[in-house]
């Protein structure tokens, strides 16, 4: 018997392009883009189940179990660092992970960095690499006030085109990783699921290429 | 014993216990507590670093035990004799994404002394027989961390690539290894290796022969070679349901040689890890040789036991015109028939059992 493979989709943009992948890998299942009710979308010739979950929260079904798979950023990945596989990147979602500031801003490092971001996990660990004391700013949106209001000295954000920044006189002043989209998978499940998971991951991957 | 007397937990222990003493391995018991600098020393051993500390009364620094291994290794003799330990300890640690300590049960063994392919063999056997026990759908996972050092000591990078490298084999994340290998100018030749090995997976027996075929270093062989030897064993006890999988990544300065992690189905995470870790004693200045695993019970209690149609069998109602004589009569009678019962007042809510046994004014049911 063919078992289902429960899939985790970030609701949103990112999630119907990821969706659009799967549907292009012959994992299609079009109630799921419907307006409707439901919670979960079956498609069962091809043996998938998908559910909507708020983006930084697919990592904790997939790592959790809830999910045997999901797509989740990288940027998320790295914050959590959850205990999953990362078996494909989907190319999609493209982005950076980046320090920016005023542009004309140059570190003293002369007294206590203060950085404003979504993401304290990253920040702390590129600026311990740096033995860079810094005052971590927890923000949960509208980063890039931050640094204008004088609230913080830089912010490490995501910068899809870098527009936004440049409209209010910021700049990337380093960048720390590449960001997208990629296809993770709970470790324990992936054990009894395996040859399932790779059939998928073998024709998303052709999909992605396509 | 009713099978129901036992939780889902307590049963296994109790399996793996009487497995444990079956091949030789003697019960050993460690302190609740243990000097904090242990832990200090060996942070990158523990699962998760958090230790619960408290001052003894002497002022020194205590920690609540976060792991077993430790204090065994600590207290065991390096006079070339071999000790088989087991144990079932309760440790305390934050699980990984976890925000607070937790209680964890434990147990597992440990072989001690002189590790031959025997030795490990039999361990490894048990580990796999260990998963049986809890549930049939089984995967224990191996490898040998010496395939993956021998193929990254070729190239000329330090301890914190090679860590980044061996954290993306971990992930199976091939795209990740293929942009890391290229940015730490790491060879072409062994960009492709790592990346075939993340790729070698599945029943131990037959991807062996297919990673022998592969194009590797000496030593990456002679890692091999103790795999084949496992897998020739683990094939003569009958077990199956080993693969091979090179993301089984431990830490190198502990680990070395074998190392394998075990799931069941319907637990969202390993159940069971273990491996040979002679450098952990190299670095407590023993020169002895060590292998173990560790089973994590707690996790247990997601396998749902089928739920028991009854709270109680029998339930046994009186009032206050019950004469207490006639309530023990009714429950020896019933202890008599082997039947489980409650004793409760009339008022209190009714739990769900197979009969009622009512004392009171009316007549009984």
Known sequence: ?210 | MKPETLTTQERIMLELRELYLGYGYRPYKVGKFEEYDLYMRNKKFLASEQVLTFSDTNGKLKALKPDVTLSIVKNAKDDGRTQKLCYTETVYRVPRNAYGFREIMQTGLECIGRVDDYAAGEVLMLAARSLGRISERYVLDVSDVGVLSGVLAEEPIGDAECVKLLSLVGEKNLHGLAVACAELGVSERTAKRLSELVLACGPLKGTLSRVESLDLPETSREALAGLRRMSDMLLSYGIENVNLDFSVVNDMDYYNGLVFRGFVEGIPSGILAGGRYDNLLLRMGKHSEAIGFAVYLDQLERLTAAKPAYETEALVIYDDATNPLEIVRATETLRARGVSFRVQREEEPCPRCREIVRLTKEINV
């Not at chain 1, 697919?58 to 959590?80: H, N, S």
């Open chain 1, 1 to 210: 018997m063919k078992r289902m493979i429960n899939v985790a989709l970030p609701k949103g943009r990112l999630g119907e392009k990821a969706y659009a992948l799967f549907a292009r890998a012959g994992y299609d299942c079009p109630e799921l883009l419907e307006e409707n009710r439901k919670l979960t979308f079956e498609n069962e010739a091809a043996g998938v189940r998908y559910f909507w979950v708020k983006p930084s929260d697919v990592a904790i079904y997939v790592e959790r179990g809830a999910a045997d798979i999901g797509v989740a950023g990288k940027d998320i990945l790295l914050e959590y660092a959850p205990d999953v596989y990362e078996l494909l990147d989907l190319s999609i979602g493209k982005c950076r992970m980046c320090v920016a500031g005023p542009r004309d801003f140059a570190d003293p490092h002369t007294g206590i960095l203060r950085v404003a971001t979504k993401f304290p996990a990253i920040a702390r660990r590129h600026y311990a690499v740096q033995s860079r004391e810094i005052d971590m700013i927890r923000l949960n949106g509208s980063i890039e006030l931050a640094p204008i209001l004088g609230l913080s000295d830089v912010i490490v954000d995501i910068v899809e085109t870098g527009k936004t920044l440049a409209e209010n006189g910021l700049s990337i002043l380093e960048e720390i990783d590449p960001i997208s989209a990629r296809l993770i998978a709970n470790k324990a499940n992936y054990k009894f699921k395996g040859e399932e998971i790779e059939i998928l991951r073998q024709s998303l991957e052709q999909a992605v290429r396509a």
